[in-house]
Structure formats: structure tokens, C-alpha cells
């Protein structure tokens, strides 16, 4: 009796609850259930049990969208939410647009989330917009239809473009390897006649050089013994420490006088030094300050004024004597400065006349000095200048014409003071300037051959895409601005940024490699471009995508020092796979 009063209290619950679940039940969509594609509609048979599609369970048909989960993949609940948990989907028919799958759980909460409306039938109501959102979509659909047709023709245009450079620069590569080979060969065949005159022109210089040190050596050694003999008073030969006393200038303290022990230092620690120990040890040192007696300044008469000062009574310096003629000026009666005196004759001269000029004669320069401006080191330059200057150079051989190349003669290499060498190594010194002259001129144009090939051996080395089809952009930059910078691109090379108001260029990465996947030649990677301060090296990647022009579109920094930018370019426009133009029914697919 207990069983059956249980029995009929949840039978009448359950004829009060159905009222209320009937009304949540999805009514079908166009002859199918609602929520179920036209590629699955099959497995939905009305007429026949449901299996659910992952084989986990089979409920009468009437179970399909009665907001109850029966399987577990949700496939029993594809017009409800009731399976949301399971990652069910509702499939959107968008008639006249294009169909699309969205999260059961968006069924009836209130947002239109299909724009047909069919997620909302329960409370809320959504009006079908597929057709107007359908024709704005196949008008886009059009345009860009459009652009990829017209930039995959200017692809094939680039494509043609670099595959015709590549095999001009194949080209150019095979007749640089030519010259290159022949100009290093005419160079090394120059290089070897080039050494063959250096060596006897470096053994004459030696051989003058060594003749120089060594009447150096002797002249140094005569002055020393000079100064050993002037020193050595008592002609002993043996120089002592009163000896040294006597002589003011090795007074090192400047006291006065010089002190036994200032004597001592001078003669090395001991009291006395024969000339062979002179010349050898102490003339070093002693030579700096030894004044002899053709330098030394007369000693001055008991009684007379020092040196440079007037005497007494005497007009000051500079100023003449009272009655005194001016300075230059001829005393009365005497000749002019040149003139014979009276009653001698003028003797006779070869010099030209004097004319009269105002500007002072130049100072005397140096031995040697006029080399060091304008012989061996201004010589130096200029041969650089040539090496370096191919203006510079065209213009010379203008000025030079068929003339030989005759580098004038250097005097002197590193000692200013010795003297010039003798003809005959000024002959070798010739022939080998001439040699040398002809080598760098002969390596100078193998060097230019040799750039030549290496930078268009780097260009044809360059991946330029399957088809040559990025061509056109390499060597071009391209530029973004944003608020506050300005970003460069320039393909294949470098990117950088600069600040609109100013300053100084950032590099942000140098080119790396193609990083696209799974098209390889979608993203381009620029690399180890400046450190971020207390951060890694900048790098930018480059995301392209079809369009009509080259044109970088915009600029981002996702992560720290990490740059992104959006580039178009037709390079990377594919053939559309439909020629034809989309249909303009829309209800002649249920898809764009």
C-alpha cells in the first residue's frame, strides 16, 4: 500500500513537470532538427531509434533535443544547452550567409548569436539578417577575389622579373670568376717582380744605413773623447772626482758648487775613469749636460756689468746714445750699409738686382724637412689617394697623360739626419716604386673584381621565394609611421626605428630567414638587432599577406624587445581556386 501511494505521488509530479519540459523542447528547422548540419542530418532518423554518434548509447528519437544529455558526446542535444558540458556544438544554418558551429551554450541565452536567429527560440526574438550580411559578404568576398587575382598576376610579373636578374647575375658571376682569375695572376706575376726590386733596394738602403750609424758612432765617439780630453785638466789621462768638482755644470742640486758625492754619481759610483770607461759608461749621461768650451759663454771682465745690462750712465737698451743716429740709420758722413768705403771700389756681384719687396723671407728649414712635407710623405698620400679615389684617379691620368710613373726619390726613411742616398740606390729605390706602383694598381683592380663577385655572389645567394617572385623587393626599404616612431623595413637587409622627433636610428634585427609555417614564405625574421637596456637583443618579425602593392601596414611590439609588423605585398598572392565569379543566389549554397 506504501509502494503504490509512492508510485502515484511521482506520476502526478511527473504529469505537472512535462508541461514544462514540452515547452523547452527545440522545434525542428527546416525539416531537420534544430542545431544539425546538412552533412549530419543523416544520422537523425525520425523514423527509427537514435544512436548517439559516439556509439555510447541509442534512445528513442523522441529523446533528440528534449533538454535531457542521453549520450556523452552531447549528439543527442545538438538544439539545446543541455550537453554544454560535454563541449557540444550548435550548428548555425544561416541561409543566405555563411553557415558556422557555435557553443550549445549560447543557445537561448539571450544573444543572437546566428544570424538567422535559430540559437534564440525561447523568450527572445532575433530576426534574420543572412540575407544583408550574406550580400556584404560575397561583395568583400569579391573585392578581395579581386585583389588576389591581381596581385597573383603581378606575382608571375616579379616571379619573371627575378628569374631574368638571377641569370644576368649567374652570368655576371661566371665573368667575374674570369677576371678575377686572370687579374689575381697578372697581380701575383706583378707581386713577384715587385719583390725581386725591393730586394737589392732594401739591401742598398741597409748598406747606406749601416755606413750612416757607423760614422754616427764614430762622430760620437771623437766627441766624447773631445770632452774626456777637456775634462781631463791635468791631461793624465784619467778623469778623477776633483776634476769633476771643477766644472759647474754637473752641479745637479744647483747649490753652487759641485759635491763630492754629485762628483761621484757623475763617475758611476767610483773616483775615477779612464777615456775607454768614459766613452762607454758615463758619456750618456754626462752628455746632456757637458758644455764645451766652444759653447761655454766668455767669462765676464772684473767690474763690468753682467750680461745684458747696461753700464752706468748708459742709455737703456735698445735706445740710442744722445746725438747718437737711429738704429739702421748711417752716422754722419759714413756710407750706406754695402757701400764701399771712400775710395774703395764696389766689388763685383753675379746677384740680380734686390727688388724691393715687403714680405719677409721664409725661415730656413731643416735637412730633410722639405721631404717630410712635400717629398717622400706627401708622395705617400697621394699614391693612397689614387689607390682610394677613383675621381681623384681619373682625373690624374688626365692630368699625367702617356707620361711614365716616376715617384720622385725619398731622401730618407726614418732618420732626418742622415744623408741622401747615392744615385745608384736612388735607382733601385726607382725601380722598386715602380714595381710596387704597378702591383698595387694590378691588386687594386683584382680587389674591385673580386667585391664585385662576392657581393653579387650574396645577392643570387639570397632565398628569394620558390619562383625569384621577391625579387622586386630586395634592395627597397619600406617605411611605417606610428605617434611616435618611425619604423623601416628594408627587405632582405634591416629593420630600425627612429623617433619622429629626432634622434638617433635603433636597429631592431638584421635579416635572418623565412619562418612561415606552413607556408615558409609568410613570415619573414630579422635578427640580433641592439640590446634592449638590461633586456635581450631586438628582433622583428615580419607577417605578410596578400595585397596589390608593397606596403608596410602596421607596427607592434608584442613582447618586450619582440617587434611584429604587417606587410602586404602580391609576392605572396596565390591563385584564387575558383576563377569563376561567386554565385549571386543565395540559396545556391549554404555556404560562402
Not at 527560440?121 to 539578417?129: A, D
Not at 569579391?142 to 591581381?150: A, G, L, T
Not at 750612416?212 to 764614430?218: L, N, R, V
Not at 576563377?579 to 543565395?586: E, I, L, V
Request: net charge negative; charged share 30%.
Amino acid at each position: 500500500m506504501h509502494c503504490l501511494k509512492n508510485f502515484l505521488s511521482v506520476a502526478l509530479l511527473c504529469s505537472a513537470v512535462l508541461p514544462s519540459f514540452s515547452s523547452l523542447v527545440a522545434p525542428p528547422v527546416n525539416g531537420r532538427p534544430r542545431g544539425v548540419s546538412r552533412s549530419k542530418n543523416v544520422f537523425y532518423d525520425s523514423s527509427k531509434p537514435f544512436a548517439c554518434l559516439d556509439g555510447s548509447n541509442t534512445v528513442p528519437f523522441e529523446n533528440v533535443n528534449d533538454d535531457f544529455c542521453d549520450c556523452q558526446d552531447g549528439s543527442d542535444e545538438p538544439g539545446t544547452s543541455a550537453c554544454s558540458m560535454v563541449g557540444s556544438k550548435f550548428h548555425c544554418a544561416n541561409k543566405g550567409h555563411k553557415p558556422t558551429n557555435i557553443p550549445s551554450s549560447r543557445v537561448n541565452d539571450g544573444i543572437c548569436d546566428c544570424c538567422d536567429g535559430t540559437d534564440e527560440y525561447s523568450g527572445t526574438e532575433c530576426p534574420n539578417q543572412c540575407k544583408e550580411l550574406g550580400a556584404k559578404a560575397r561583395e568583400e568576398a569579391q573585392r578581395q577575389r579581386e585583389v588576389q587575382m591581381q596581385g597573383f598576376q603581378m606575382k608571375l610579373e616579379y616571379s619573371q622579373q627575378g628569374k631574368d636578374k638571377t641569370a644576368d647575375r649567374q652570368t655576371q658571376i661566371a665573368e667575374l670568376r674570369t677576371k678575377v682569375t686572370e687579374t689575381t695572376t697578372e697581380s701575383d706575376r706583378l707581386k713577384a717582380l715587385k719583390e725581386e726590386a725591393e730586394k737589392p733596394e732594401g739591401e742598398a738602403k741597409d748598406a747606406h744605413r749601416q755606413k750612416w750609424e757607423a760614422e754616427k758612432a764614430e762622430k760620437e765617439r771623437g766627441r766624447a773623447e773631445e770632452a774626456f780630453r777637456n775634462l781631463d785638466t791635468d791631461s793624465n789621462g784619467i778623469l778623477t772626482v776633483v776634476e769633476i768638482q771643477a766644472r759647474v755644470e754637473f752641479d745637479k742640486d744647483s747649490s753652487g758648487d759641485v759635491s763630492e758625492e754629485e762628483a761621484l754619481n757623475w763617475l758611476n759610483g767610483t773616483n775615477d775613469r779612464d777615456v775607454e770607461a768614459f766613452v762607454t759608461i758615463l758619456w750618456s749621461e754626462i752628455k746632456s749636460v757637458y758644455v764645451s768650451p766652444t759653447e761655454a759663454p766668455p767669462p765676464a771682465a772684473e767690474g763690468a756689468p753682467a750680461e745684458g745690462a747696461p753700464a752706468e750712465g748708459a742709455p737703456a737698451e735698445g735706445a740710442p746714445a744722445e746725438g747718437a743716429p737711429a738704429e739702421g740709420a748711417p752716422a754722419e758722413g759714413a756710407p750706406a750699409e754695402g757701400a764701399p768705403a771712400e775710395g774703395e771700389e764696389a766689388p763685383p756681384s753675379d746677384a740680380p738686382p734686390v727688388e724691393e719687396d715687403s714680405t719677409p723671407p721664409p725661415p730656413p728649414s731643416k735637412e730633410g724637412e722639405g721631404e717630410g712635407e712635400g717629398g717622400e710623405q706627401k708622395w705617400r698620400d697621394e699614391e693612397y689617394d689614387d689607390y682610394h679615389d677613383d675621381d681623384e684617379e681619373d682625373d690624374m691620368d688626365g692630368e699625367r697623360g702617356d707620361a711614365p710613373y716616376e715617384p720622385p726619390p725619398r731622401v730618407h726613411d726614418t732618420d732626418p739626419d742622415m744623408p741622401e742616398y747615392d744615385e745608384a740606390t736612388k735607382a733601385l729605390i726607382a725601380e722598386a716604386d715602380k714595381a710596387r706602383s704597378a702591383f698595387n694598381d694590378a691588386d687594386k683592380v683584382r680587389g674591385d673584381h673580386q667585391r664585385e663577385l662576392d657581393d653579387l655572389q650574396k645577392l643570387v645567394d639570397t632565398d628569394l621565394g620558390k619562383e625569384q617572385e621577391f625579387f622586386p623587393l630586395q634592395g627597397h626599404c619600406y617605411e611605417f609611421t606610428d605617434r611616435e616612431y618611425t619604423y623601416k623595413m628594408c627587405a632582405f637587409d634591416r629593420v630600425s626605428q627612429q623617433p619622429k622627433n629626432g634622434g638617433s636610428e635603433t636597429s631592431l634585427g638584421r635579416w635572418g630567414q623565412w619562418t612561415g609555417s606552413p607556408n615558409k614564405y609568410s613570415t619573414m625574421k630579422y635578427e640580433n638587432g641592439e640590446s634592449c637596456w638590461n633586456g635581450p637583443q631586438r628582433s622583428a618579425t615580419i607577417k605578410l599577406s596578400c595585397g596589390t602593392t608593397n606596403e608596410l601596414r602596421s607596427a607592434s611590439e608584442p613582447n618586450r624587445c619582440e617587434y611584429e609588423f604587417q606587410f602586404t605585398t602580391p609576392a605572396v598572392c596565390s591563385e584564387p581556386r575558383d576563377k569563376r565569379a561567386p554565385s549571386d543566389d543565395p540559396d545556391a549554397h549554404d555556404e560562402l
